[in-house]
């Protein structure tokens, strides 16, 4: 491929999640919803949790979680560099169910300063994108390991 077309790699700590070259990049941005295409202007932005959606240069499309990070856009190239993302079938629906009991429950709890009360709501967003993305694909495993 050569430079005119859109190249996409989103690196976690344990992995290259996705390197290759792609149509569009849409993602929740923390000012709103952001699609990337071919000579987008220099940027960079930070991501929030939601569900990404990579197409790619057959037109097929993709979607995955996306659970924050540093995106760089940058000569038709796009690095996201995020603490984890899950395909549909990575998802654990059990884990993600327990983690957003906890979370809520937390969240209702009488008994929290305001650090307990942010971390229970990061917990709890990110249970529920888990949740939204798994929902929405058939055939989902529930033993994965996240």
Known sequence: MNDENLHLEIAT???TFFKDYV???T??????????L???V???????IGIMHITDLEGVKKEATLFGGSVLIENNKILVVTDDAL????????????AKRRAEEKLHSSKYNR???????HKLKKALVRIDLANTY???SRHKKY
């Open 138 to 140: 058939e055939g989902i």
């Open 13 to 15: 700590p344990t992995r």
């Open 27 to 36: 993602f929740r941005a923390t000012g709103g919803e952001m699609t990337v």
């Open 42 to 48: 220099p940027t960079m932005t930070l991501a929030d």
């Open 87 to 98: 395909w549909p079938e990575e998802v654990d629906i059990q884990r993600a169910e327990e």
């Open 38 to 40: 071919r000579n987008h």
């Open 115 to 121: 650090q307990e009360f942010v971390h229970a709501e």
């Open 23 to 25: 149509e569009k990049f």
